[in-house]
């Protein structure tokens, strides 16, 4: 049974920074991400990445203050947001695919999804 643990979100001030973790079980995979959904909003990429890292996607949004990694060993994707804003403000959800696929950046591509993690970010 697969399952993603989410942690590290919180409450923040503009400008600040956060580390989200999820943590897989259940298998291994191909891609892994983080999605959000704001109040009142879709679900929306933030960011994505294939199994070695060699493939990564980023909303334009977060480009250059948010940065995704992961340890395979650890099955465990990070997101590392800086110079957060107000309209990051979010339910951060974790999402993992087990095969290969040429578009890791849509929602659609996600087989297994965490519960979620809310990131709210005061002004």
């Known amino acids: 049974q697969v399952q993603l643990a989410e942690s590290g979100g919180g409450l923040v001030q503009a400008g600040g920074s956060l580390r989200l973790s999820c943590a897989a079980s259940g298998g291994s995979f191909y891609a892994m991400g983080w999605f959000r959904q704001a109040p009142g909003k879709e679900r929306e990429l933030v960011a994505t990445?294939?199994?070695?890292?060699?493939?990564?996607y980023y909303a334009d949004s977060v480009k250059g203050r948010f940065s995704i990694s992961r340890d395979n060993g650890k099955n465990t994707v990070y997101l590392q947001m800086n110079g957060l804003k107000p309209e990051d403000t979010a339910v951060y959800y974790c999402?993992?695919?087990?095969?290969?696929?040429?578009?890791?950046?849509?929602?659609?591509?996600?087989?297994?999804w965490g519960q979620g993690t809310q990131v709210t970010v005061s002004s």
């Open positions: 999402a993992a695919r087990r095969d290969y696929a040429d578009s890791i950046f849509r929602e659609l591509a996600y087989d297994y």
């Open positions: 990445i294939s199994r070695f890292s060699a493939r990564l």
